[in-house]
């Protein structure tokens, strides 16, 4: 299909958040040193802003309901791009930490409108496609733009990591004044009251929970990776951003290998074998970190299982919705994004007392055993289909988004 500029102009927004979602894990090691904070402070960074796209997703979303989508798009785009200006000139870490948790507010937002001004643009029969193009802005930004970000941030100092991002949110707003049409459809959010029914569903909860803790058990490790390829490993600092953008294209593939994995043998086999997947690989990551081969090779490995449950848990959220909570289908995917975040909030916060209490060599088989947990969830979710079975068929309508 031809490629909208609009479209476009959407895909270059998606590229600047993704990239200052996750850059900020190569950066921590720097961060810590110069405003002569800890690590675990510095992973707090991670931690709020994926708390700030926790809330922002869901209740931001239905609060904003009745803007325009031009308006609330541009209006994102601002705040984005002066939160990473605060975070370019933050005088200290709480400066910084405001500048995360603004940044991470705009982000939960634009992912949630995101998708549906997407459809709106191009024709009823291309909606996934254009879904698709717009969320490639993210998948480029953990192949590109975080090795890119943390090699500038080693280079020119952090804060020009964020002035780098900054203008790249300009770049999206002017491309978003310009070519976003001004008259687009939009129906209104679910209330905050509405979102809550969802959660009172036990079967959507119980999924939730898988997402939480699966990503949260990787981000223990993940979160703290920099430090731990330097500091136990031995890689120098200029060395980071080459291994991050090894694991970005792992990602990538992993990404895909795990939605053709769901689609063969459905989501609950899928979600089983790449949560044990990922478990395992964060226990031999705890006695290869040492050795910098080794160490690289378990990074390549874990890039692919790191993400490669995305699509199998969307496309469950969207079936338990269907079946549980059928009127709000919409709602019950986003809050599994939310839930996404939550998780790596909770992880890179739980990391950060571990590296306090017992040090870094010990995030990644905490991180195992959390993944475990995980697992366990995914066959009591499984069980509990076979008991009482439900349709495998996904409405036509459900967007399902991957962030």
Do not use: C
Not at 35 to 40: A, D, I, Y
Not at 119 to 139: E, P, R, Y
Not at 181 to 199: F, G, K
Not at 296 to 301: E, G, K, P, Q, S
Request: proline share 4%.
């Amino acid at each position: 299909m031809r490629i909208p500029i609009a479209l476009l102009a959407l895909t270059v927004s998606a590229f600047a958040i993704g990239t200052t979602e996750f850059v900020i894990v190569g950066l921590i090691p720097t961060i810590a040193n110069d405003l002569n904070v800890s690590l675990p402070s510095a992973g707090l960074l991670v931690s709020l802003y994926a708390l700030g796209v926790a809330v922002g997703a869901p209740l931001l979303t239905a609060l904003t309901g009745k803007l325009p989508r031009k308006l609330l798009l541009l209006g994102l785009m601002l705040l984005f791009t002066l939160g990473n200006l605060v975070a370019w000139q933050a005088p200290g870490y709480e400066s910084l930490v405001l500048a995360r948790i603004l940044t991470g507010l705009a982000h939960g937002v634009f992912f949630s409108i995101g998708a549906t001004i997407a459809t709106n643009l191009v024709a009823k029969d291309k909606a996934a496609s254009a879904i698709a193009i717009m969320f490639s802005g993210l998948t480029v930004a953990l192949v590109t733009g975080v090795p890119l970000g943390t090699f500038i941030g080693q280079h020119f100092g952090w804060r020009a990591t964020f002035l780098a991002v900054a203008a790249l949110g300009v770049i999206a707003f002017f491309a978003s004044l310009l070519f976003i049409p001004r008259n687009l459809q939009h129906s209104q959010p679910a209330s905050v009251l509405q979102q809550l029914q969802v959660l009172k569903q036990p079967r959507l909860l119980l999924v939730y929970a898988m997402t939480a803790i699966g990503y949260g058990g990787s981000f223990i490790a993940f979160t703290f990776l920099a430090p731990i390829l330097e500091q136990i490993t031995g890689l120098s600092s200029g060395s980071i951003a080459l291994v991050l953008l090894v694991y970005g294209v792992s990602v990538v593939a992993g990404n895909i290998w795990g939605g053709k994995l769901a689609d063969k043998k459905g989501p609950i086999a899928a979600l089983q074998i790449i949560f044990a997947g990922l478990a395992l690989v964060l226990l031999v990551f705890t006695f290869t970190s040492s050795t910098p081969w080794l160490a690289i090779t378990t990074v390549l490995i874990w890039g692919a299982f790191a993400f490669g449950n995305v699509p199998g848990l969307q496309v469950y959220v969207v079936r338990q919705a269907a079946h549980y909570a059928p009127r709000a289908i919409d709602v019950a995917s986003g809050l599994n994004i939310a839930a996404f975040n939550l998780g790596i909030a909770l992880g890179a916060w739980g990391g950060g007392l571990i590296v306090d209490q017992w040090g870094l060599e010990h995030t990644p088989w905490v991180g195992a055993l959390i993944v475990v947990i995980a697992i366990v969830l995914t066959r009591w979710s499984g069980k509990l289909d076979r008991t009482n079975p439900i349709s495998t068929n996904l409405p036509n309508d459900a967007v399902i988004s991957t962030h």
